[in-house]
């Protein structure tokens, strides 16, 4: 794959701009372990490659273990390796991701309620909007992913 153009340096403001939403997420509370596999399974679900590879090597880093990076895309079957509240936060990531076919039904909205305060699920749906945002940009002009690189 090679890349289209650099996107960070043709609208460094626009970027710094989405970064913006990045850091404003990342002080948000959330856990970054949590953070970062909502990160993975929306970029998974888009087919990012650049954005998969960051993330999984960024659960490596943070101590998150190889079985449950693997596992993060077939989460419902990955057991205990997934608490509830983690639970919850991949399955609104993927309800919001395809928001265009699942049109975030009640169901979802009251299954994600019962671990995430309106803050959190405010702060949650933030980076789930940031990382599609992300994704769009990395796919749409071919970011190498630095395991490819």
């Known amino acids: 794959m090679t ?3 650099d996107y960070k340096e043709i609208a460094p403001r626009g970027m710094k701009a989405l970064g913006g939403v990045h850091v404003y997420v990342s002080q ?5 372990e949590l953070l970062t596999a909502v990160h993975l399974r929306v970029s998974l679900i888009n087919g990012c490659a650049y954005c998969i590879d960051l993330h999984s090597r960024e659960l490596r880093e943070l101590g998150v273990s190889n079985e449950k ?3 993060v895309p077939v989460w419902p079957e990955g057991g205990d390796l997934f608490d509830a509240r983690e639970k919850a936060a991949l399955a609104w990531a993927e309800t919001v991701t395809r928001v265009s076919t699942t049109g975030i039904p009640d169901s979802d909205y009251e299954a994600v309620r019962a671990h995430f305060d ?13 990382m599609n945002a992300y994704n769009r940009m990395a796919i749409s002009f071919r970011s190498v992913p630095a395991g490819a690189a």
């Open 3 to 5: 890349e289209r153009i």
């Open 28 to 32: 948000a509370g959330l856990a970054p």
């Open 69 to 71: 990076i693997a596992l």
């Open 118 to 130: 309106d803050k959190e699920l405010v702060d949650l749906t933030l980076a789930i909007a940031m």
